[in-house]
């Protein structure tokens, strides 16, 4: 089996920081890249930023200048900081992993519970 778990979500004022941790556990041979998704009730869930296992990163144009994603690799765990936090950012925030496990022979994708991030103006 595989988990992830996301913690780090909360309540913040505009203009305020949150970190986000997302730790991947279970029989993990090896992951590739890890991610950030956010939805909400009126819209479809959407990349916020994704990281590979080598440390390139790509993020959405909202995001940029104000989010940034790093990785540990020994730790198998990924983190979004966010600062600079607007109303709109609110969400609730998911990451996911490309993961081979010992035995398995491609990569999944595995996706956390997801973590509530409210920003008030």
């Known amino acids: 089996q595989v988990q992830l778990v996301e913690s780090g979500g909360g309540l913040v004022q505009a203009g305020g920081s949150l970190r986000l941790s997302c730790k991947a556990s279970?029989?993990?041979?090896?992951?590739?890249?890890m991610g950030w998704y956010r939805q909400t009730p009126e819209k479809q869930r959407e990349l916020v930023a994704s990281?590979?296992?080598?440390?390139?990163?790509n993020s959405a144009d909202s995001v940029k200048g104000r989010f940034t994603i790093s990785r540990d690799n020994a730790k198998n765990t990924v983190y979004l900081q966010m600062n600079s936090l607007k109303p709109e950012d609110t969400a609730v925030y998911y990451c996911?992993?490309?993961?081979?496990?010992?035995?398995?022979?491609?990569?999944?994708?595995?996706w956390g519970q997801g973590t509530q991030v409210t920003v008030s103006s």
């Open positions: 996911n992993a490309d993961i081979k496990r010992y035995g398995g022979s491609a990569y999944l994708t595995y």
């Open positions: 279970g029989s993990i041979f090896s992951i590739n890249t």
């Open positions: 990281i590979t296992s080598g440390g390139s990163t």
